[in-house]
C-alpha cells in the first residue's frame, strides 16, 4: 500500500493526469473510476522491485486530494493494455 498526493499521482499517470473537475464529481459522488494509458503502465516496467508494483496504483493505495483521501478498490486491465481504478472515498475520521 502506497499513500500518494495527488501531485505525485498526476506524474504517474502521464501528460494528461485528473483534472479539477474530476477530483470535484469523485467527492460529489463518493468515488469515481479513473482510467489509464497503457504508456503510463508501461513506463515503469523493467523498474520493478520487490517493494514498488510498476503499475501507477494497485488496489489498497491512498491517494490525497486536499481535505479528503481516496482507496483504489478495484483494477481492471483494458483491452489497450490500460488500466481502470475504481477508487472510493474514504469517510472522515472525525465523523463531519
Known amino acids: 500500500m502506497r499513500r500518494l498526493t495527488r501531485s505525485e499521482l ?3 499517470v502521464g501528460p494528461r493526469p485528473p483534472s479539477d473537475a474530476f477530483w470535484r ?4 459522488r463518493g468515488a469515481a473510476a ?8 508501461e ?4 523498474e520493478e522491485t ?3 508494483p510498476t503499475e501507477p496504483l494497485d488496489t489498497g493505495d ?3 486530494v486536499g481535505d479528503h483521501a481516496f482507496v483504489v478498490v478495484g483494477t481492471e486491465r483494458t483491452a489497450a493494455g490500460g488500466r481502470i481504478y475504481r477508487i ?3 469517510a472522515d475520521r472525525d465523523g463531519d
Not at 464529481?25 to 460529489?28: F, G, H, S
Request: charged share 30%.
Open 10 to 12: 498526476a506524474s504517474r
Open 25 to 28: 464529481r469523485a467527492i460529489d
Open 34 to 41: 479513473l482510467g489509464v494509458g497503457a504508456d503510463a503502465v
Open 43 to 46: 513506463s515503469g516496467a523493467g
Open 50 to 52: 520487490d517493494d514498488e
Open 62 to 64: 491512498i491517494v490525497d
Open 88 to 90: 472510493e472515498l474514504v
